[in-house]
C-alpha cells in the first residue's frame, strides 16, 4: 500500500550532495535554525516567521492533537525521513534566508505527494474501499484541503 | 460486538460472497457483495423537490397505455410557451422533469411521447442496462449488438433489456474499476479527442481515475442526435463540446430533428447536455467530477463509500459540498439558488423572444411573404432556440457552468430578436393589436 | 546581515519618528513613519499592461495646454464605436485607459473632455486628497466645504488641492484605523442602508474592519452624477445597488447626462461601478474585500504589510490570489482571461446592437419619421446603452462579477434589439445597401 514514492530515490542522492555542499549550507542551517527541521516539534518549525500562519492554524486545526508537522509532511522510515528533511531543512533555510520564496509559499509537487501519503498512513482502514490497489490514488487533499491548516 | 465487526470490515472491504462475472446484469446479485452500494442505488425511488430539481411524485390512475402510478411533474404545464416552441414534436406531447435512475427505463416505455410518435430502439441506449444485451445481440461484439439495436424499433428494442443503468454498465465486474460501456460515448470521445489532434484515443485505456467520475455519467447525460439515415445515435462533438461546436456540426451536416410546425424552420432539439455543459464551469475546470458532486463519500461504520444514491447535491449539501467549501448550508444553498435564478431569469426573456419570433414567422406567412424571404427569419430561429434550448434542457438551471449558461442565452436573445427584425426587412409589419 | 535584520523588524514593526495629525495632507510626512508603505504607495506611477488591464505608457510630446509626457492608451482608437454611443457627449472627445494612482490628479485636469466642455469642481472628489481641504473650506465642516467646491468651476476648485489621494484620505490620522472621509459616499450608504431598513447608518462608526477595506475603495469607485439643479455629487444607491435599482432611481428622477447628438436620446453615461459591480460578485459574498486582491499582505523581512502599490493583481497574482486559491499562477490567470474574454465577447455584440440602434433612430428620423414615435426607441437606447456602458465603463471587464456582466449584456442586447423593433413598428424600415 503505501509504496515510497521513486521521486524518494533522487531525494537520497541528493542528501549525499549536501553533505558534500555542507560548507556553504551550513550557515544557514544553523543560524536560521534550520536544523528545525530535524525535530519533531512542531513550535520548532514556528522558528521561522514564514511557518508561524501554519503553525497558529494548525493548533486550531482538526489534527492538532493527533498528527504534528512531520506526521504529514516528512515520509515515514528512517532514510526516506531524514534525507527529505535534509532536503528541505537546506533549502527552505536558504529560502528564508535569500527572501527568495513565493508568498504565500507553495508547497512543491514532490512535498505534496508526501503529505497524500500521509494520510492514507493514517487512514489506511476508512479509506481502503475507495482506495483499491492498482489504480490511480485519488488525491485526499483535493477535498479535505485544510485538515491540517486552513490558513497560510 | 460493534467495534471488533468494524475491525473486521476495516479489514477486509469487499467481501466476495457470490461470484460476478462480466455477463451479470441484475444489480440484486452484485448487491450481494457490496451491500453497502446497492442499498443507496435502490434509494434512487425516492422523490423529493428542490426549487429547481429532484422531483415530485405525482399520483396517477394506472391505464392499459401507461401502468406507472406515480410520475414527475409536467415541465409542460410549468411553461406552456414550451410547447410552441416544440410544435410538431413529440416533446410537444409530454415532457417531464426527470427522477431517479430506477425510473428510466419505464419512464421512457410510457412516455406520451412514444404515442405521439414511433421511437427508434437507439433510445435504449441510455435508459436500461445495455452492456450485457449489446454483447450478446453481436455474438460478444459490443458495436455490433449496439448497431443492431439502433436499426430496431423501440418496442422491439424494450425486449432485449431488462433492467435500468446497473453495475456493469459503470464497473469492470473483476475489478471494480470505472469502465464506459456506450459505443456511442467511446466513439465521440475519439472525435473529440481527434479534433484536439490526439489520435485514436481509447477512453477505456487512457482516461485517469478522476476522468472517469465523470465519463460513467456522460455516457448518458449528453447532447444526442439520430442520424437521418440510418438512425444511428451520435453524440455530436466532432468539432468539441462548446455550443457553438455541437452548432456548426449540425450546420455542417445538416440535421434537423423536426420541421417547426407553426413555422416550418428546420428546428432541433436539446436534451440534456450535463457533461458538455459541466466540462465549461469552474468545478471542471478546478479538477472536480460529477461524482463528487452527484455520489459523494459518506462514512458507514469504518469505511468511507461512495454514495450510490444518486441525486441533487442540494438534497445532501453538507456531503456534496462542504468538504470543499467550509461555509454554513444556508449560504451554500443561496449560492446555488441565486446563480440559479439568475439563469431562469434570462431563461424567461430568451423564451420570450422565442415565441415571439414564432409568433412573427407565421403571422409573416399568413400575410404572403415568399418562403424564401421567411428563410433568413427560419434560420435564426433554428439557431437561437437551439440555444435557449440547450441551457432550459440542460437539468442544473445553469449551475454546472453559471457563465457559460448566460452568455448562451444573451446570444440566443440576439438570434432571436435578429430574426425578427429580418421580418420587418422581408416587408412584414405586425397588425396593431 | 538578513537574518538579524529580520529579526529585529519583527519586534518593534511600528515607529513614530514625526508627528502627523489630522490636517496632514502630504503623504511624504506621513511616509516618514511608515516608510515600506509609503515606498509601494509611490509605486503606483508604474505602467504595465495586462491583456485588459494595467495601463501602457503612450509617450506625447507636452504642449501649453497639457504638460504630461505620457498618458495611458486612448479607449476611444481601440474601439471607435464608443464614439457614436457617446455621440455629443466629453466622453467622445478624451477617453483613455485608468493608470495608478499618483496619475488621478493631472489626467483629470489635462484629460481632452475639459477642453470640450467646462467641468464642475465636484470632480475634484475622488481624484486628489480632498479631506483637509473640504475641511478647511467649510470652517470645519466636512459636509459644508464639500457644498462649497461641488458649486466651484472644475479650475478654481483644482486651486485647492494640490495631491492625488493620500494617506489620509483612507486613514484616522492618531490610530491608522480605515475609515471614509467623502461625505457623497456618506450620504448614499446611509440611503442604501434606509432602502435595507436600517436607519440612520453612520459608515464610519458601524462598518466592520473587513467592510472597510472596500468601503475606502468605493469612496470613489462608483457610478455617480450630478444633480441637474445643483451640481451636487451623488451615488445614486437610493434603492440599491444593482443596476436595476440604479436605473430605477434615474427613471423616477428624470436625470439625464446629456442628450444623444446623434438621435436626441437623453442618454446616460455608467462611470466605473467597481463596487456596485463587487459587490454583486462571488467574492464579496464570500466576504473578500477590494484591499484583499489589490492591497494584498506582503512580507517585509518579519512583518506583515498591506500592498500600498495598488494595481491590477494579475500583476501580482501570488500574493493577491494564491492565499486563498491553492492552484497554479498559469490557470489563474487562465480563469481570468476567460471570464473576461467571454465578457468582452458579449460586450462586443451589445456594442454592435447598440450602434445598430443608433443608426435606425438616425435613419428613421432623416426619413421623417415623428419625434412621438421615435420615443419608445429613444428610451430603449437610453436603457439598453446604459446597460452596456455599466459593464464597459466597470474596469474589470467582468472578472468582479462575471455572472452579473453577462446577465446585464444579455438584458442589454434584448433592449436595443427591441428598440429596433420599436422603430419598424413605426413604420421605419432600412434602405437596401
Ligand atoms: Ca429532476
Ligand atoms: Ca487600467
New interface residues.
Given amino acids: 500500500m503505501r509504496r515510497i514514492p521513486s521521486s524518494f530515490m533522487a531525494l537520497v542522492v541528493f542528501s549525499v550532495v549536501v553533505g558534500v555542499a555542507i560548507g556553504l549550507g551550513a550557515y544557514t542551517f544553523i543560524y536560521a535554525k534550520g536544523y528545525s527541521y530535524l525535530t519533531n516539534d512542531p513550535q520548532a518549525c514556528a522558528n521561522c516567521h514564514v511557518m508561524e500562519g501554519h503553525f497558529t492554524s494548525w493548533v486550531k486545526s482538526s489534527h492538532r492533537n493527533v498528527a504534528s508537522c512531520n506526521d504529514c509532511h516528512t515520509p515515514h522510515g528512517l532514510v526516506p525521513k531524514y534525507a527529505s528533511k535534509a532536503y528541505n531543512g537546506f533549502f527552505h533555510g536558504l529560502a528564508f534566508t535569500t527572501g527568495n520564496h513565493p508568498n504565500p509559499i507553495r508547497i512543491k509537487p514532490i512535498n505534496h505527494e508526501i503529505v497524500e501519503h500521509s494520510c492514507v498512513g493514517c487512514h489506511q482502514a476508512i479509506v481502503a474501499s475507495i482506495t483499491p490497489p492498482h489504480q490511480d490514488p485519488l488525491s485526499c487533499t483535493r477535498c479535505h484541503s485544510d485538515v491540517g491548516h486552513a490558513l497560510r | 460486538f460493534n467495534i471488533f465487526e468494524r475491525?473486521q470490515e476495516?479489514?477486509e472491504?469487499?467481501s466476495q460472497v457470490v461470484k460476478v462475472d462480466d455477463d451479470t446484469v441484475d444489480p440484486a446479485i452484485w448487491g450481494k457483495n457490496f451491500p453497502l452500494q446497492y442499498d443507496d442505488y435502490l434509494k434512487t425511488t425516492d422523490q423529493q423537490r428542490t426549487i429547481y430539481g429532484g422531483s415530485e411524485a405525482i399520483r396517477r390512475i394506472p391505464d392499459a397505455r401507461d401502468p406507472r402510478a406515480t410520475v414527475s411533474q409536467s415541465r409542460l404545464e410549468e411553461d406552456a410557451r414550451l410547447k410552441t416552441l416544440w410544435a410538431g414534436y413529440a416533446f410537444s406531447s409530454d415532457f417531464r422533469e426527470e427522477r431517479g435512475h430506477a425510473y428510466m427505463l419505464e419512464d421512457q416505455e410510457f412516455t406520451g411521447r412514444q404515442a405521439f410518435s414511433k421511437q427508434p430502439g437507439a433510445c435504449i441506449n441510455c435508459h436500461a442496462s445495455v452492456y450485457v444485451p449489446f454483447k450478446q445481440l453481436g455474438n460478444g461484439d459490443l458495436f455490433a449488438g449496439f448497431e443492431k439495436i439502433n436499426q430496431m424499433p423501440y418496442m422491439e428494442a424494450r425486449k432485449h433489456v431488462q433492467h435500468p443503468v446497473s453495475c456493469i454498465d459503470c464497473h469492470d465486474s473483476q475489478?471494480?474499476?470505472l469502465r464506459v460501456t456506450r459505443p456511442a460515448f467511446m466513439e465521440a470521445m475519439k472525435a473529440l479527442k481527434a479534433s484536439e489532434g490526439v489520435k485514436d484515443y481509447d477512453v477505456n485505456k487512457l482516461a485517469?481515475?478522476?476522468e472517469m467520475r465523470s465519463f460513467v455519467c456522460g455516457q448518458c447525460h449528453v447532447e444526442y442526435y439520430f442520424r437521418k439515415d440510418d438512425k444511428r445515435l451520435i453524440y455530436p462533438w466532432g468539432k468539441g463540446l462548446k455550443i457553438e461546436n455541437i452548432y456548426a456540426t449540425y450546420a455542417e451536416n445538416g440535421h434537423y430533428d423536426w420541421k417547426h410546425s407553426l413555422t416550418g424552420a428546420k428546428t432541433l432539439k436539446a436534451q440534456h447536455p450535463e457533461f458538455e455543459t459541466f466540462n465549461q464551469g469552474?468545478h471542471a475546470?478546478?479538477?472536480v467530477a460529477c461524482a463528487?458532486c452527484h455520489m459523494p463519500?459518506k462514512?458507514v461504520g469504518?469505511?468511507?463509500?461512495?454514495d450510490h444514491h444518486v441525486r441533487s447535491p442540494m438534497l445532501n449539501v453538507n456531503r456534496s459540498c462542504q468538504?470543499?467549501h467550509?461555509?454554513p448550508e444556508e449560504q451554500l444553498k443561496n449560492?446555488v439558488s441565486e446563480?440559479q435564478h439568475?439563469t431562469y431569469?434570462?431563461r424567461d426573456?430568451a423564451m420570450e423572444?422565442a415565441v415571439e419570433l414564432i409568433a412573427d414567422i407565421q403571422a409573416a406567412s399568413a400575410s404572403g411573404i415568399p418562403q424564401a424571404q421567411l428563410a433568413p427569419a427560419q434560420e435564426l430561429q433554428r439557431k437561437g432556440q437551439f440555444y435557449v434550448d440547450f441551457v432550459e434542457a440542460e437539468n442544473s438551471m445553469g449551475f454546472h457552468a453559471?457563465?457559460?449558461a448566460?452568455?448562451i442565452?444573451?446570444?440566443s436573445?440576439?438570434y432571436l430578436?435578429?430574426g425578427?427584425?429580418k421580418l420587418?426587412?422581408a416587408?412584414y409589419?405586425?397588425a396593431e393589436p
Wanted: hydrophobic share 30%; with cysteine.
Fill in positions: 475491525q476495516a479489514r472491504p469487499v475489478t471494480m474499476q485517469s481515475r478522476q469552474i475546470k478546478s479538477g463528487d463519500y462514512r469504518a469505511q468511507k463509500i461512495s468538504t470543499c467550509n461555509i449560492r446563480i439568475r431569469f434570462m426573456r423572444a453559471p457563465e457559460e448566460l452568455r442565452l444573451g446570444e436573445i440576439d430578436r435578429q425578427q427584425l420587418r426587412e416587408g409589419r405586425k
